[in-house]
């Protein structure tokens, strides 16, 4: 048995396998996460636990609707697991329960080395979109999701499809390419003709590479970052409903970079610009919730035209406290439908660094003004993570 990913990380490091999972937690600054059991040959299983509960006080948050909020919640339990049959086949078999809904399917993804540079991934997965995206909350700076990051996805980003993806160049250039169930599909819909979703990124490293398919918002210092990268994202017939339908398309630029200076302390930026068009047709409104609710799917709605972007600073304290470093941050983002009011949002924070990801506290005072006539919601999280 062994509880490292260390070895594994260097025999995928020239071309991440499917063991893509371990290289986004190793290259993630952790050394330690999950156990693995050796089979026959050089098969393996990998298992992992990941966790995320806060503490969260909302202005007129309180049932009353007028005081704050006082409330503990267990915002994510994830069980992870990957591993090969072979050298090049393997898969990965996640779950995640949110809150108070039951465990659900987050990944169900067979994997394939076809050559060096090439790989090939069926099932349920992240489709190829922004950073915030790949990387999700567990490899955030920032405490909460993005709001200006709106792809569609059936849960939690994935989406039902195939994938062809690979580093090359060195490892400097990601590509990934990939169709998918998408939007809006059932009879009612706009989608009832079963068009499907074609996604497709490309993200360049200027200093050293971010090797695997996943990505994350900071390596504490363990890699000198400059990556930009870009996403689209386009279906016919992906907005509305049947007789008023509209295409869907989706863009976005977003750049990271990352130092680490001489005293140890580490400097992390991160932008991010998005495009978001429905042909000029609503996704949203009764007449969608409703065609929705007839076919019960899963990906329906919620698509909303209009320019997004985001803006996070952070720096890690050089020297350690205790058993950890201090990271504060700060991130603004900003949403301006095509037509309506626009939303903007603010978040101030410092995260304690115990682990790298695999163990952190996060405290963040956040302001959102969603526009128009609504009132500013402001409110205070503490937030724990743990990843084994």
Known sequence: MKSTLKNRLRSLSSVPRLGALAVALATAGTANAGVTVSGPGESYLTLGLWMRTSFTSADDGAPNGTSRSKDFAVDSIRIITSGKITKQIGGMVNFE????????????????????????????????TDRANLAGPYFANVWEYPMVSQYPNAFTGRDDGALLWGNVLGGKLLYALGAYQGKNRGAGLSNDSDKLLYAGRLAYSFWDPELGYYGTNTYYGGKEI???????????????????????????????????????????????????????????GPAVAAACGLVNVNNCGGATEGEAYLLTAAYLIPGKFGIGQFQPYYRYQEFDPQGGSKADQWDLGVTYVMAGHNARI???????????????????????????
């Open 362 to 388: 996060t405290a963040v005072y956040s302001d959102m003004d969603p526009g128009g006539a609504a009132q500013s919601i402001d409110k205070f999280i503490v937030g724990v993570q743990l990843m084994y």
């Open 226 to 284: 400059l990556t930009i990268g870009a996403a689209v994202q386009t279906q016919k017939n992906g907005v509305g409903i049947a007789g008023a339908s509209g295409d869907y398309t989706a863009w976005n630029i977003d750049a990271l970079m990352e130092t680490k200076f001489s005293n140890g302390g580490v400097l992390t930026l991160e932008g991010a610009y998005y495009d978001y068009d429905t042909d000029g047709v609503a996704d949203t």
């Open 97 to 128: 329960r949110q809150s108070d809904e039951s465990m659900r399917l987050l990944d169900v993804v067979a994997q394939f080395e076809l050559m060096d540079g090439l790989n090939l991934w069926f099932g349920r997965m992240l489709p190829p």
